[in-house]
């Protein structure tokens, strides 16, 4: 299976920054897209960004022009610089990647564990 641990959440003041790691370990064939989504209390899970093996990103609205999604393949790793950040950004982040396994060489989504990232007005 494939197990992501993430980190470099926390608390910031409003205009702060922070930097999102998430790194992915266990029998990985290859892995394919990789993002990060987050999860406001009370709030439906949202997509904040994208990226494929080519590099091609999408971002959510909201965060277009603050934040920037980028992986290292050859680590299987993804980050989140997160700047000029709101306190509407407080969250859960949520890792997440699109893998397929030695195994059964079939693609599968799997999420990390979550980090929070709030952001202080």
């Known amino acids: 299976q494939v197990q992501l641990v993430e980190s470099g959440g926390g608390l910031v003041q409003a205009g702060g920054s922070l930097r999102l790691s998430c790194a992915a370990s266990?029998?990985?064939?290859?892995?394919?897209?990789m993002g990060w989504f987050r999860q406001a209390p009370e709030k439906q899970r949202e997509l904040v960004a994208t990226?494929?093996?080519?590099?091609?990103?999408n971002y959510a609205d909201s965060v277009k022009g603050r934040f920037t999604i980028s992986r290292d393949n050859a680590e299987n790793t993804v980050y989140l610089q997160m700047n000029s950040l709101k306190p509407e950004d407080t969250a859960v982040y949520y890792c997440n990647v699109w893998a397929v396994i030695i195994t059964t060489r079939k693609e599968t989504r799997y999420w990390g564990q979550g980090t929070q990232v709030t952001v202080s007005s």
């Open positions: 990226i494929t093996t080519d590099g091609s990103t």
């Open positions: 266990g029998s990985i064939f290859s892995i394919n897209a």
